[in-house]
């Protein structure tokens, strides 16, 4: 049981190229999540996926978006690369997204734009 | 929309010493706040949550207590041991609708020397 997994583990890319990070859950969960996070600002929902078929937007969702391919794979895309997208990203999911429902995070993906 | 503020941005005690973490938020119809500890290099974990109708509850050496009224909750963590060094992050929520999303903290960075 590997719980949340994401590809790749760093990656650098030159602005304006475009990239797709892969986030897969083996929990059966319904709910899955990205979020970014910069030095000093904690942790920013981009997008998130209640159930299999919907997503929306979070509360930095501009420059990204993201499909929820199955139950257990949501991916995120940046179409044009830009520096200030560089960060740390995260995803997580959860068994539904009611109130209390724990979040399970995978280990992130560090992405450099230069 | 929500806000939480957390302080201290970095915290160092000596072993065997408590750290306490608190965090104030804005919306006062939140009604969950749980606690995530990040060590280096992996995604944040939960740790402890509280619910609103609850002032404090207890695991082992953490603790966290919430005073709705004042809108604030902490994290208590007595007798800290060097693994308790790591990022922590509080967090709010409260049910929109269907879904219930997260807004963190800026985190703490918590150290623990010999």
């Known amino acids: 049981n590997a719980g949340v997994t994401q590809t790749p583990k760093f990656q650098v890319l030159k602005t304006g190229q475009s990239m797709t990070l892969q986030c897969a859950q083996d929990?059966?969960?319904?709910?899955m999540y990205w979020y970014r996070q910069d030095p000093g600002m904690g942790l920013r929902l981009i997008y998130y996926?209640?159930?299999?078929?919907?997503?929306d937007k979070g509360e930095v969702p501009n420059g990204y978006n993201v499909s929820r391919l199955n139950k257990r794979e949501f991916s995120l895309r940046l179409e044009s690369a830009a520096p200030s997208q560089t960060s740390v990203y995260f995803c997580a999911s959860s068994e539904l997204m009611g109130i209390g429902e724990t979040q399970y995070f995978g280990p992130g993906t560090r992405l450099l734009v230069l | 929309g929500e806000n939480v503020e957390q302080h201290p941005s970095t915290l160092s005690v000596q072993e065997g010493d408590s750290a306490v973490i608190k965090c104030t938020y804005s919306d006062s119809a939140s009604n969950y706040f749980p606690w995530y500890k990040q060590e280096l290099g992996k995604g944040p974990q939960l740790i402890i949550d509280i619910r609103s109708n609850v002032g404090e509850k207890k695991d082992q050496r953490i603790a966290v207590t919430l005073n709705k009224t004042a809108k604030h909750f902490s994290l208590h963590i007595t007798e800290t041991q060097p693994e308790d060094s790591a990022v922590y992050f509080c967090?709010?929520?409260?049910?929109?609708?269907?879904?219930?999303?997260?807004?963190f903290g800026t985190g703490t960075r918590l150290q623990v020397t010999l």
């Open positions: 929990m059966n969960h319904n709910s």
């Open positions: 996926s209640a159930s299999e078929g919907t997503t």
């Open positions: 967090a709010a929520s409260r049910l929109a609708g269907t879904a219930s999303k997260l807004t």
